[in-house]
């Protein structure tokens, strides 16, 4: 089992970009990508992109460094290989910032009465009070929200199964991630 990085050569937002995969199992990569604070709306079926700091961070994690073809070569040796087409993309539904009311703002969100089950019931308390921006995100899997922090996190368990993802970034950034249907790990 092992973590592969390919050179960070493709630019996007003042830097840039490589990929992250593993050429054994897709949980081992969301383990580790959870480890690196990747978001796990992120996930692009086989792969995170991740930056070129991050790169090095999950480098001195133990991931191993290879050119894009041997990343390519092993990720189809292992049968997780998509096509970057056949994997859906999410988009963009609504988005709010420096947020003083972060529950009215969900209340008012056009979401699905599942995810607003998961919502009312994860995103109270410490989490709503330190949040600074909501993202709600679609794709033809499914729905996702994002709430998002600087500084302490929401003491909030990670629920995988149910759709529950926490995620605390190396500059102190939170975010917990609620995502209906649950992303499953060949997701």
Known sequence: ???LVDPARWPWRGTTWCHLVSDDHLDELHEFAARLGCRRV??????????????????????T???????????RGAGLRLRPSTFPKWSMVEQWTDLDGVADVLAAADLTPELRVLAD???????????????VLTRSLGDAVMVFGDGNAPSLAEEPATGVHMRVDRFDRWAVELVHPPLRAEQ
Do not use: K, P, W
Not at 42 to 63: K, S
Not at 65 to 75: F, I, P, T, W
Not at 121 to 134: E, N
């Open 65 to 75: 460094a290879c050119d894009s073809r041997e990343l390519v070569r092993r990720l």
């Open 121 to 135: 019931r994860h995103l109270r308390g410490d989490t709503i009070d330190a949040a600074s921006g909501v993202v």
């Open 1 to 3: 089992m092992t973590i």
């Open 42 to 63: 992120g996930f692009q079926g086989d792969h995170y992109d991740i930056d070129i700091d991050t790169r090095e961070v999950a480098i001195e994690l133990g991931a």
